[in-house]
């Protein structure tokens, strides 16, 4: 597990405005934050940014092992399965050719995918598709995995299932998540914390702790009431979701 710290001065886009400005942010090892703000106001921007997939910015982006040694996962809204290659074959892609078989079993039936392992990605439904990029990110045991709104377009019962196996694989090796949404009550449900952003240029606007227990988290009620009461508390996060 792996801290992140985050001190953001100034990125943009050669002539554009200003993405983020000023943002500071340190997520502790092994905490799930979720970050929620206006759509494109610089969140998919600072993923890659984390990601070292950007690299012109200002500012400096740190972690608690060395950079060469920090593990990363990343998992798009789009799940970039190679079209070519069964889901097996995409899982076995990320990792070492030494690896054995039945470790990707194991990753294989932790989502329930081993009847579609040497399917190819055309012939599944988003959702199954969905779960193979999850997979897929966790197969290299990350110490950071970025999530940029993975579960959108899914019907509320996939999504919701898809959530729960997310969590549990979380919970076995509790790696240092940042995961986008612009649903607040997916946030609730799977975050230890929210982080709430501006429009860009993007900075943040508040940090919210979240103190439902983790064992009534699929609990609609309990995720609603917190819900309310923030938006209660805080009306100016109203406009940012």
Known sequence: MTAINLIIE????????????????????????????????????????????DKNYQGSITFG???????MGYVFQNPRLLPWRTVRENIELVLPHDTPAHTVDELLASMKLTAVQDTYPQRLSLGMSRRVALVRAF????????????????????????RKQLITLWGQQQHTVLFVTHDLREAITLADRLIFLSN??????????ITIPRTQRFDDRQIETFRQQLLSEYPDLGPLL
């Open 139 to 162: 197969a290299v045991n990350p110490d950071i995995l970025l999530m940029d709104e993975p579960f959108v377009s899914l019907d509320a019962p996939t999504a919701r299932k898809i």
């Open 200 to 209: 860009s240029p993007m900075t943040i606007v508040r940090d919210v702790k």
């Open 65 to 71: 092992t060395p950079q060469q040694d920090c593990r």
């Open 10 to 53: 100034d990125k943009k886009f050669p002539h554009s405005d200003r993405i983020i400005a000023h943002l500071e942010l340190h997520i502790p090892s092994g905490e799930f934050v979720c970050l929620i703000g206006p759509s494109g106001c610089g969140k998919s921007t600072l993923l890659n940014l984390i990601a070292g997939l």
